[in-house]
């Protein structure tokens, strides 16, 4: 089997960052570990090409970039998540206050401990 050129490199890319960018879209994290593994598999294949098409190239980077926003922010949306969850334990334990002079007491939490939504 020979080695695919580097226009059929570029074009596998070029669909792996749209399905990236489908399953970040969709909320389907599971899926970015597969295409996370396609994607350095076919980097990895460009990186050993010495002739690029510049324009091709320049099309697959800002879609590097508008999925690499796309993953900052699914990560950055995880760890609010996860602060509001700890925050939420951390009350059901107690609450923290300080008086006037600056010395912390708690104040421990009755019932069950659930968390009661409204709307």
């Known amino acids: 089997m020979s080695d695919p050129k580097p226009q059929q490199?570029?074009?596998e890319l070029d669909?792996?960052?749209d399905r990236e960018?489908?399953?970040?879209m969709a909320?389907?994290?599971g899926k970015l570990e597969d295409l996370l593994a396609k994607k350095e598999k076919v980097i990895g294949k460009l990186n050993s090409v010495s002739e690029l098409e510049r324009e091709s190239l320049e099309q697959?980077?800002?879609k590097v970039s508008r999925n690499q926003q796309?993953?900052?922010?699914?990560k950055d949306g995880i760890?609010?998540?996860a602060e509001r969850m700890a925050e939420s334990r951390r009350i059901r334990k107690g609450l923290d206050v300080?008086?006037?002079a600056g010395k912390r007491a708690r104040y421990g939490t009755r019932g069950g401990g659930k968390l009661e939504k409204r709307a």
Do not use: E, M
């Open 9 to 11: 490199l570029i074009d």
């Open 15 to 17: 669909q792996i960052l």
């Open 21 to 24: 960018r489908k399953a970040l």
């Open 27 to 29: 909320g389907d994290l």
């Open 60 to 62: 697959v980077q800002t």
């Open 70 to 74: 796309l993953l900052n922010s699914a």
């Open 79 to 81: 760890r609010a998540v």
């Open 98 to 100: 300080y008086d006037q």
